[in-house]
Each structure stands twice: as structure tokens, then as C-alpha cells.
């Protein structure tokens, strides 16, 4: 994590609502988004690039309990260059609750189901949120998300 | 007797579509609504192939966890392997000679050819054209041998390690491959024509499943779904992992969007694999050594995380590993271009009738299988039927 | 008809069928396949490296039996076991050996009834020498 | 038990995933394909599993998919023979110890014979098949079958 990089210029738009950027290897732009603004965030994405110019590649949790937070990254890949950005913002891990963004772009549904169903991060206004998703069902029964650091699966 | 409760159900018929069968992979429920013919709602039910490779990639070490990410996928183990391994080389900072880039790319373009042929394999079958299956299955024995002369192992080659690969090739072992490359061409090319020119293919697989650009994009479609739609997304062009900044190839990308362009842009791609494995196996670095010895690795890893994108047969194969200087790693998130492209793309499917859904479906090249246990729920125009809950018990009993 | 069928049957008549007559005819296997392997019990060293590394966890290192003379260099007097069952062959246990201990052989017919480790092989490998 | 001598004439396979990773499912596949045409023991896919003698099973057998594998078990015919290919199916292989798996096809029903490798090699399937074969023939899985009840 040296120097920040600048946003490309293409991205102008979301400086408003970026907190900090950094860099990931191998030339990986992170952008640190309040969770409030994530939804706000994709609005602007589809208002100002639009569709077929990007689309969400992976969402990826991580637990942390020592700092009490999960953290939720979208991968966000612009074409035609295919620069992979990272919206990345944190939740308290005792309610991870964030806006779903189905509604802007259906590609992350994948992504939100298997987060929500492996992390016990809930997307509000996505219908399609089920346990046993992915994880088989003594698990989900005894109300265990396997992701996080403190299960015993 | 009065009738105490109502059950309302639809007219349900259950048909299995397709016979067990195994050319397809790991298994998958599709729950299809149909009205009528015409298929008006896809349900996808996952979870049968769940193993819990995330979480078992936290409980083991890192250089376990690269024969772990192997057995992701056994079709494209290779991507796989080398797609976390070179994730953990962005942490250690360690980069491969060159030798072995080469040698890497030439395991992942094997395999990328063999696992075309195989899904356009599966389509002939489902298409009911069982030579055509047979021949290219025969075809691609070759392609497997091929993968053997390299790694070691027909299927799953274990061939990546940190900083280098695991077996390096002489000369007559090179020989052999760029006899075998001659060979499978000439094929490759012959079954290209028969693609396009086939009057029942053509028929089965024109203006099927189409997929427009935008929706592509929307849907987070990747690999040869994407580029048959006309949208340019290759990991390899864009990242210019191992050798690919070195090799010439080109992108194939298609205009028409249906299924009949998948499957083209699959034959074309193993063309295109098959001109770059030649190139390697021509132009291989000899000056420095691709294999390096195991017991010398460096066992501490640093913090430090990385996302590394490579180009899957299927598409675009995603490794976010996070490492918090444990010698097991803290978290890896594996995203398969097939999760992208199985669960978002339940969106193709309608519109179509019920005989297109397998080809649909073999057309996303899925990694998962399970035709057979795909549900045809019937809720033809709305009719209705009430049934007592007695009769329903009584029903199935008889 | 088209011609190039008629040429596509002709072709396909008079060549040899791709059917290998396997058990019959044995098939061609490259002598590096990665099959069946096991310890050298001459060059173990009871390091106990391979298990660690193994990532299916098939190896257990276990006592040498009383019998078998046990060489002076293995101090722990113990040795690795490789349940063929759990093995998935990758031969990491090959690589990271220090002593270079592994006989690596390309026998790929392993189907059995039941259980089959190298605890034989392996313990064949002293009784020669012994 | 008169059955069992007719069925090693022409056994009919049903291949189950259980979860694997598809290795082991390409070379079941590959070990049907015309290079090694098992049709030449009378061996053929069969297209349900009610038509099924053998069954196949691949993988590392999940908890959703062990209900599928018990459930299928039971629709099968008698007699009915069991073939796990792969390390998964055999022991779990790398997947033995996750949270969602059941370590092994014989968890969750007999086996009778274990193909291990990872894959392993077509030949080796048919390896496998042949042995099971010649087992019948000579009548001695009938008496463990009989003994196991």
C-alpha cells in the first residue's frame, strides 16, 4: 500500500462519496465507500458509464472480529480496459445489513446470495436471499455462518 | 365426509429433461416454469456441489491450499492452480523465469482446448447427434495425452508451484507435442466447418438464447458467453499474466449473441489455443530453469493481499487472497466464471421453448450438471385445479 | 450422397478402429504418470515433512515394526504410511522430501475390495537390504 | 442369486456426482468414449437409475447430495453393486474434514469396489468394473452381500 493512486478520469464522478484510495497488487484501485453510499455509488456507475461499460466481476466478505466489522468488497471491472476498481466499505458485524443493489445491476445477485448465505451479510431489498443457499441444512440449522472466524464448522 | 381444507396446486407435470448422464458436471437443480411450451420462470436451486473450499482453504497452509484450489474444478484445474499461485506470488513477490511462464501457458492453452472440444462435445450429444459427440471425444484423447506428456496426469495436472512449474519438458517430449498439436488441428478445424455448416446444428442453435450486450454486461456474463455477445472481456488480453504479454493471439469476440455464437467463439478460441501452444513449444526460453526446488520455497508469507484474474476456459476466474502473515491464509474468495454465468443467467432462458433449455444451458458451458434433475412445472394458462387434501393422500397412495 | 461423405466412409472402413483392446492390449502410459509411489525406507530419515505438506492428509507416519532392522540414520524409528485411498497423487510429499526418499512408480491399476496402503511396499524396501 | 450371474454379462452403469470436481467425471466419461468402448463387456450407460445394475459415484459426496445418493440407492434394483471412483469417494480425498462434506460414498452406502487415484485413469475405471465382474463371476460377492444382509 504505497502512494494512493488517483481515480482515473473516467471515474470523476464518484469523488464526492470516496473516502480514501489505495492501490492492491497487481494494479487494483481500492475505493473506500461509506456503506450508506454504496447504492448511491452504483446509481452513478450505471448513470455515467451505463451498460455494456462495466460489471461486477465478484463480491467478496471478510470477517473481522477483533475490529468487530465485516468487510464487503464489490469487484468492479470497467471495460473496454478492463481496470478491475474495488468499492470497498465495512459493516458492524452484529447487524451487517447494507442496500441491495439488484435493482441497479442483477449481476451482483450471485454474489449477495452466497455472501448472505456464507457470512450473514443481509442486502435489504434482495428477495432472492435464502440460508441454504449454498451451505447444507443441519448447518443453517443451527444458525451458523461458516465464513465467519468464530464458527466451529 | 366434509371436506375440511383446500389445497390449491398448479397442474404440475415433472419431467426430467435429459437422462442421467455424465457428461455433465456437478449437480444443479433448475426449476423451470413453463406456460404452455414457452419456459416463463427459472428457479436455480445450488448447494449439491458445496464443499466448503473457502473455509478449507483458511484451515490448511498456503501450499496446500494450492492443490486444494486445483481440485476447485477438475476441468480447469490448471487456471485454478495457477490463478492462486500467482496470488501468492504478488505477496511474496517472487516472479516465475521465464521458462516456466511459457511452460504454464502452454498447461492452461492444453486445457483450455480440451475443455472446448468437451463442452461442444456435450452440445452435439444434447443435441441428439451422438457421433459427432463420439468423434470429438475421440478426438480429444489426443489433447488428454497431450496433458499427460506435460504435467504428468491426464486430468488434474498439479503442475503450478510458487515461482516456476513442477515438471519441465525436453526435447523429444516436445517433439511429441507439436506432432500431437498437427494432428488435433486438422481436426479442430474440420468439426469448426461441420458447426458451421450442419443443417440440424444450425437449426438447434441459431437465434437461441440470445443475449444482448447490454444484458450481458448487466448480468455479469463472462468468458465466451460475454464474447459471443460482442463484449471484449479476457483476462489475458487486459492482465497480461505469465507469458500471454508475449505470445500473439487474438480475442475472439462475436456479434450474434445466441447460442450457435457460444459455441463458434469455443471453436475459434481452440483454434487460437492451438497456434499459441505452438508458438510456445517453438519458442520456449532455454536459458533459465523452470523448476524450482520445492525445499527451498520460502515458508513465511508476508501480510499483504492480492486479486488476481485469469482466464478460465468458461471465463474470467477471480483469487482475492488476504494473508495476515499466519502461515495459513486469512481469507481466499474463489469467484468461478461459472457462478456468474449459471445463477445470473437464468435470464436467457425465458421466452424460449422447454427442447431449448438444454441447449441454452450447455451453451453457458456449465460446470454443473444435472439436466436430470431439472423440474418442468407446468402452469399452463393460468388453469387451476383444487384437490382436497384426502384425495391428494388417497392419490398417493394408489 | 455428397462426395465428401462418400469419402468420410471410405476413409472410416478401411482404418484401424480407435478402440484400444483393453486389459487385452495394454495401453501406452508415459513412464513419469504420477501413480502409485511410496517411501524408500533405506533413505527415510522419519522427518515426517511429507506428512505435514500431504494436502489430503493421507500420510501418517507410524513405529517401524520390532522385526525390521531400522536404519541408523532415522532416529525416531518411524516411517510414512500413504493411504492410496485419501492419496490425490500429486506427488507434493515427492517433491519436498529432503533425503529424495520416494520410489515414484507409473502403476495407475490401484482398484481394490478394501483399504490399500504402502505399509507393504514400503517395508519390502527393507527387508532387501536386511 | 441366479440374477447376479446374468447381470455380469451385461451390466448397466448409472453415474452419480456427488460433488465432485469433475475430474473424475470426465474420465468416467472418457472411459465410455470409443478409445476404450466398454460396450465390448456389455457394459452401457444406463439411461435411469431404475434400469441401473451398477452404480457409479463420483465425489466427495456433500450432505445435500448423500440424501440424493441414499435416495438413489434404494431406487435401484437388486442386485445392485456399488463402484467409487475417485480419492473423494473413496475417503473424501483434500475435501475430508470440510464442513459440508460426508468423507466418503461408503459413509453413506456399501461399496464394493474402490477405484482410488485422483482422477484415476480410464483404464483404471474399467480396471475397477472388470474386477467386480470377475467377482461375480466367481461368486464371492454374493456371499458378502448375503452376510452383510
Redesign the interface.
Known amino acids: 500500500m504505497a502512494t494512493a493512486p488517483s481515480l482515473p478520469s473516467r471515474l470523476d464522478f464518484l469523488k464526492d462519496y470516496v473516502l480514501k484510495t489505495y492501490s492492491m497488487k497487481p494494479n487494483r484501485i481500492i475505493i473506500e465507500v461509506d456503506s450508506k453510499y454504496v447504492h448511491k455509488v452504483f446509481e452513478l456507475f450505471k448513470e455515467r458509464l451505463g451498460f455494456p461499460n462495466f460489471y461486477i466481476s465478484t463480491i467478496a466478505g471478510t470477517d473481522f472480529p477483533k475490529e468487530n466489522t465485516i468487510r464487503v468488497d464489490y469487484y468492479v471491472v470497467v471495460l473496454p480496459e478492463e481496470q478491475t476498481i474495488v468499492i470497498r466499505t465495512y459493516l458492524p458485524r452484529d447487524e451487517p445489513k447494507i442496500a441491495s443493489i439488484i435493482d441497479i445491476v442483477p449481476g451482483a445477485l450471485a454474489g449477495e446470495c452466497e455472501t448472505y448465505d456464507l457470512l450473514g451479510v443481509y442486502f435489504e431489498g434482495n428477495r432472492f436471499l435464502k440460508r441454504a443457499f449454498f451451505v447444507p441444512t443441519d448447518v443453517v440449522e443451527k444458525g451458523i455462518f461458516p465464513l465467519r472466524k468464530d464458527s466451529k464448522v | 365426509m366434509t371436506v375440511t381444507k383446500i389445497v390449491e396446486i398448479p397442474l404440475v407435470l415433472e419431467i426430467p429433461i435429459g437422462p442421467q448422464h455424465p457428461a455433465l458436471h456437478e449437480p444443479l437443480l433448475l426449476k423451470v416454469y413453463a406456460d404452455g411450451e414457452e419456459v416463463v420462470r427459472v428457479d436455480i436451486n445450488t448447494g449439491y456441489n458445496h464443499r466448503g473450499v473457502e473455509k478449507l482453504c483458511e484451515k490448511n497452509t498456503f501450499y496446500r491450499d494450492i492443490f486444494i484450489a486445483g481440485r476447485v474444478c477438475g476441468i480447469c484445474n490448471t487456471v485454478h492452480a495457477n490463478c492462486f499461485v500467482r496470488a501468492l506470488e504478488r505477496i511474496l513477490d517472487l516472479e516465475p523465469s521465464p521458462r516456466a511462464k511459457y511452460l504454464r501457458v502452454l498447461a492452461m492453452e492444453l486445457e483450455r482446448i480440451h475443455s472446448h472440444m468437451l463442452i461442444n462435445a456435450v452440445m452435439a450429444e444434447i443435441l441428439g447427434f451422438d457421433t459427432l459427440f463420439m468423434l470429438i471425444m475421440r478426438d480429444r484423447e489426443m489433447v488428454m495425452k497431450a496433458k499427460e506428456i506435460l504435467t504428468g496426469n491426464r486430468v488434474l495436472a498439479d503442475y503450478m508451484i510458487v515461482s516456476g512449474v513442477r515438471r519441465d519438458i525436453d526435447e523429444t517430449k516436445r517433439d511429441r507435442l507439436l506432432s500431437i498439436l498437427d494432428k488435433v488441428e486438422k481436426r479442430i478445424k474440420y468439426y469448426r466447418k461441420l458447426f458451421e455448416e450442419d443443417a440440424t446444428i444450425n437449426l438447434r442453435l441459431r437465434d437461441v438464447g440470445v443475449i444482448k450486450d447490454v444484458d450481458a454486461s448487466r448480468y455479469a456474463l463472462v468468458g465466451p458467453p460475454a464474447r459471443g455477445s460482442g463484449i471484449k472481456i479476457d483476462a489475458r488480453a487486459s492482465d497480461k499474466y505469465d507469458a500471454y504479454d508475449e505470445i500473439p493471439f487474438n480475442v475472439i469476440v462475436r456479434k450474434e449473441g445466441d447460442s450457435w455464437a457460444r459455441m463458434m467463439v469455443r471453436w475459434d478460441e481452440a483454434l487460437e489455443s492451438v497456434s499459441m501452444s505452438r508458438y510456445v513449444l517453438e519458442h520456449l526460453p532455454r536459458d533459465s530453469n523452470a523448476v524450482p526446488d520445492e525445499r527451498r520455497l520460502p515458508r513465511r508469507f508476508p501480510p499483504g493481499e492480492t486479486f488476481t484474474r485469469a482466464e478460465a476456459p468458461r471465463g474470467e476466474l477471480t483469487y482475492y487472497v488476504l494473508s495476515d502473515g499466519k502461515p495459513k491464509p486469512y481469507r481466499v474468495k474463489i469467484r468461478t466464471p461459472s457462478f456468474n454465468n449459471i445463477i445470473n443467467g437464468g435470464f436467457a432462458y425465458i421466452g424460449y421453448t422447454i427442447a431449448d433449455l438444454p441447449a441454452i444451458l450447455v451453451s453457458y458451458d456449465p460446470c454443473i450438471s444435472c439436466m436430470e434433475r431439472a423440474i418442468v412445472i407446468d402452469l399452463r394458462n393460468n388453469k387451476k385445479m383444487y384437490v382436497s387434501l384426502k384425495d391428494l393422500v388417497v392419490g398417493g397412495r394408489k | 450422397m455428397k462426395p465428401s461423405l462418400i469419402k468420410e466412409v471410405l476413409r472410416n472402413l478401411f482404418s484401424k478402429p480407435a478402440t484400444i483392446q483393453y486389459p487385452r492390449e495394454q495401453t501406452i502410459i508415459e513412464p513419469d504418470f504420477r501413480g502409485r509411489h511410496y517411501a524408500d525406507l533405506m533413505k527415510c530419515i522419519g522427518c515426517s515433512l511429507c506428512s505435514i505438506e500431504c494436502p489430503a492428509n493421507a500420510i501418517k507416519m507410524v513405529k517401524i515394526p520390532e522385526e525390521y532392522p531400522a536404519p541408523k540414520k532415522n532416529p525416531r524409528k518411524i516411517y510414512p504410511v500413504i493411504d492410496y485411498f485419501k492419496c490425490v497423487y500429486c506427488y507434493r510429499c515427492v517433491a519436498v522430501c529432503p533425503t529424495r526418499a520416494y520410489i515414484v512408480t507409473n502403476n495407475y491399476r490401484l482398484a481394490s475390495f478394501k483399504r490399500s496402503t504402502s505399509e507393504k511396499l514400503s517395508l519390502e524396501t527393507l527387508k532387501k537390504a536386511g | 442369486m441366479e440374477r447376479v450371474k446374468i447381470i455380469r454379462l451385461s451390466p448397466w452403469l448409472?453415474?452419480?456426482?456427488?460433488?465432485?470436481?469433475?475430474?473424475?467425471?470426465?474420465?468416467?466419461?472418457?472411459a465410455?468414449?470409443?478409445?476404450?468402448?466398454p460396450e465390448?463387456f456389455g457394459i452401457k450407460?444406463?439411461?435411469?437409475?431404475r434400469h441401473g445394475d451398477i452404480l457409479v459415484v463420483t465425489?466427495?459426496v456433500?450432505?445435500?447430495?448423500g440424501e440424493?445418493l441414499k435416495r438413489l440407492y434404494e431406487q435401484m434394483p437388486e442386485p445392485k453393486f456399488v463402484v467409487a471412483v475417485g480419492?473423494c469417494a473413496?475417503?473424501?480425498?483434500?475435501?475430508?474434514?470440510?464442513?459440508?462434506?460426508l468423507n466418503g460414498a461408503d459413509n453413506v452406502i456399501p461399496v464394493?469396489?474402490?477405484?482410488?487415484?485422483?482422477?484415476?485413469?480410464p483404464?483404471?475405471?474399467?480396471?475397477?468394473i472388470?474386477?467386480l465382474l470377475e467377482?461375480l463371476k466367481s461368486g464371492k460377492i454374493v456371499e458378502a452381500k448375503a452376510q452383510r444382509g
Do not use: Q, W
Request: glycine fraction near 12%.
Open positions: 448409472v453415474h452419480f456426482n456427488t460433488g465432485a470436481c469433475n475430474g473424475c467425471d470426465i474420465e468416467v466419461l472418457a465410455l468414449t470409443p478409445l476404450y468402448d465390448r450407460l444406463a439411461p435411469s437409475i465425489g466427495a456433500t450432505k445435500k447430495a440424493r480419492a473413496c475417503s473424501g480425498g483434500v475435501f475430508a474434514g470440510s464442513y459440508s462434506v464394493d469396489v474402490y477405484i482410488p487415484g485422483c482422477p484415476p485413469r483404464e483404471a475405471i474399467l480396471d475397477g472388470i474386477m467377482k
